[in-house]
Nanobody, 127 residues
């Protein structure tokens, strides 16, 4: 059984930082791709960042977070991270970690590509 467990959300002031973690069991991030998505109240879930499986671990980011967020993974801990800097009130949302076992580079921005999802962690940025 695959489980993805997010942690690290919370309340932070604008300009601050948070690091989200996504620990996986039953799924190896050595081969699976991992993505972070977010969903604000009344809005659709949107892509934030992804990192592919394999040694190259190619990353990609939504335009809204480029230069501020960094996705990475720790193979030994089978955990994916999302380092979020220079946070803005517009970043307030529930953040979800997801895992994909079958994908291509062009499909990893779609929620439908991902087989597995975490329960989400709330990030609130105050102005």
């Amino acid at each position: 059984q695959v489980q993805l467990v997010e942690s690290g959300g919370g309340l932070v002031q604008a300009g601050g930082s948070l690091r989200l973690s996504c620990a996986a069991s039953g799924l190896s991030f050595s081969t699976a791709a991992a993505g972070w998505f977010r969903q604000a109240p009344g809005k659709e879930r949107e892509f934030v960042a992804h990192i592919r499986g394999g040694v190259n671990s190619i990353t990609n980011y939504a335009d809204a977070v480029k230069g501020r967020f960094t996705i990475s993974k720790d193979y030994a801990k089978n955990t994916v991270y999302l380092q979020m800097n220079s946070l803005e009130p517009e970043d307030t949302a529930v953040y979800y970690c997801a895992g994909a076992t079958v994908y291509s580079g062009t499909t990893l921005q779609r929620t439908s590509t991902y087989n597995y999802w975490g329960q989400g962690t709330q990030v609130t940025v105050s102005s």
